[in-house]
């Protein structure tokens, strides 16, 4: 298996633009998880599914931010209108609930100008 | 609260020496026990875990954690590093499947290696 692609590594994009990170996770893995890494703030799960269903968004830090799983192999996370301070790296993992490890993928590295 | 500290935001240790990272987490219910290690510019890799049974767990590198419930702690131990260890790493807790297996994670500990 390849692991949790990520798409894209890099995206600079200028504050009020649209971005959208997607992820796919490993194939038969049932959970996926979306992560922030800051400096300052370490990193915190923003959103988590289970059989692509939402189960606890309480992390999305405002409306700007949205996610969706609209199958078993896919997943985006939005943010709309972006803002310098949503700067960072943006993670995605992926979990069987048999085995309760996460993998992560190689991460977005998000720069808003 | 739940929560995990790792009290060292940077240690520098000489190739070949010994390493102790330091982890002490606060959770509810039966912890499972992450160490995860992250090198520049790359995603997380899973260095070990703990979910129960002997409280000394071997990992990947080398690495190797003691679980101590008396004192909440998840210590991860090197006898002798690397290099190439140098990076960043990080304990989490969480609970036992994928509805409580969102994790949650100390600040991280920055090693790094003196030749």
């Known amino acids: 298996d390849a692991g949790v692609i990520q798409s894209p590594r890099h995206e600079v994009t200028e504050m009020g633009q649209e971005v959208t990170l997607r992820c796919k996770p490993i194939?038969?893995?049932?959970?996926l998880f979306w992560y922030r890494q800051t400096m300052m703030r370490g990193l915190e799960l923003l959103i988590y599914?289970?059989?692509?269903?939402?189960?606890?968004d309480s992390g999305m830090p405002e409306d700007r931010f949205s996610a969706k799983m609209p199958n078993a192999s896919f997943s985006t996370l939005k943010i709309q209108p972006s803002e310098p301070r949503d700067s960072a790296v943006y993670f995605c993992a992926s979990l069987t609930g048999v085995v309760n490890e996460q993998f992560f993928g190689p991460g977005t590295r998000l720069t808003v100008l | 609260a739940q929560s995990v500290t790792q009290p060292d935001i940077h240690i520098t240790v000489s190739e070949g020496a010994s390493l102790e990272l330091r982890c002490n987490y606060s959770?509810?219910?039966?912890?499972?026990l992450f160490w995860y290690v992250q090198s520049p510019g790359q995603g997380l890799q899973l260095l070990l875990k703990?979910?129960?049974?002997?409280?000394l767990v071997q990992g990947i590198k080398g690495f190797e954690a003691e679980f101590k419930r008396s004192q909440s702690s998840f210590n991860l131990r090197k006898p002798s590093v690397h290099w190439s260890d140098a990076a960043e790493y990080f304990c989490?807790?969480?609970?036992?499947?994928?509805?409580?297996?969102?994790?949650?994670f100390g600040k991280g500990t920055k090693l790094s290696v003196k030749p």
């Open positions: 959770y509810g219910a039966t912890p499972y």
């Open positions: 989490a807790v969480g609970g036992y499947g994928g509805s409580q297996g969102n994790l949650i």
């Open positions: 703990y979910f129960s049974g002997d409280t």
């Open positions: 599914f289970n059989n692509n269903v939402p189960i606890d």
């Open positions: 194939s038969g893995h049932d959970y």
